[in-house]
């Protein structure tokens, strides 16, 4: 019962999860992000039904979230700082960390197609593109997340605004690189069970970078 008003107070932005107010129930947020980001890790690695594949990703969807978000917030501080919003900062790790819950808990609702995806087809390539379809979309649903509780902040403080704009470009810029070093999520059949591909330290970006130079040359 609590785990549902919980999730009605996330998902409808009211209570204390909501965009005015007072409190800041970090470690509530954070149980939602951990247990259902575990739970469609848990869907994603189940392709060809691999027990320690589906453990991996069950542990690496959380921590990707998780670790995204902890790495860009002293950064994230230090712009609010400089723009002199610190005293609503208070107010915008709110809305980070109920935008986090809910890509989580939008994930775990989207867990059924992904299982639909698996048992309709045995193709890696697909699930890849699947399961990168619906983590846009759950993407999506916690930008609406955000957008809620900085509408209420921007209209305090316009320069709100650019930190919001910061978040975004920090969150995606660590967010790519983390995912790139913890694959794979769904594992290729072909290839043994590894909680870390290859060359995990590798940078996502120089890899890019390599295959259109090559692709263009």
Known sequence: MKLALDLRHLLHGTGEFGPRAAGLPWRRLVALLLLFAALHGACVGAFGLRGLQILYSALKLPLLLGLSTAIC???????NAVLGLRDDFGAALRGVLATQATVAVVLASLSPLVALIYVSSD?????????GVLFAV????????????????????????????TWLVLYVFVAIQLAWMLRPFVGAPEMATSFFRSGPWSNAYVVVLRALSALFA
Do not use: C, D, K
């Open 73 to 79: 917030l002293p950064n994230f501080y230090a712009v």
């Open 123 to 131: 193709s890696y390539p697909l699930a890849i593109v699947g399961n």
């Open 138 to 165: 759950a993407a999506l649903g916690g930008q609406v997340t955000l957008a809620r509780h900085y509408e209420v902040l921007i209209a305090r403080n316009a320069r709100h605004l650019w930190a919001r704009r």
